[in-house]
Structures are given as C-alpha cells and as structure tokens.
C-alpha cells in the first residue's frame, strides 16, 4: 500500500463537481476530495435536497467510471 491516491490522477472530484453542477449543487474539489459549503441558514428540507442532488452527481459519476471514464465530461 502506498497510500497514493489513484482518484487524483483521474480526475474523479472534478468529474464529481461538474456534474454536481449540472444538477444545480456548488461544490469545491480540492484534489481527490469534493467539499459541500451549505450556508449556516439551511433548512433540513435543503439538506435533503443538497444530499438528493450529490447522490444524483454520484450516481453519474459510477456510471462514467464504469463506462471506462471517456475523456469528454457528458
């Protein structure tokens, strides 16, 4: 193990922002990981909304891993 991050290379946070994006979720990738900044405000319907949202950009994610990561984020 050597404790290097494969991710990072990939571009997978990137990937994991930008579709995020898409579904209307500002997220901050900083390398190999993706930060969520809700205001101190939010409401826990907001947070379900946020959550339902980086599940959506997740699940896009899996599938552009799966399809082999072609180099043109969809």
């Known amino acids: 193990m050597t404790r290097t991050s494969m991710f990072c290379s990939w571009g997978v946070a990137a ?16 390398g190999d ?18 959550y339902a949202r980086a599940g959506r950009a997740l699940d896009d994610t899996y599938a552009w891993l799966q399809a082999g990561r072609p180099a043109a984020a969809a």
């Open 33 to 50: 990981t993706v930060n969520f900044c809700p205001p101190m405000i939010i409401t826990k319907a907001e947070i379900g909304e946020m």
């Open 15 to 30: 990937y994991v922002g930008e579709r995020a994006l898409k579904h209307g979720l500002i997220t901050r990738a900083l």
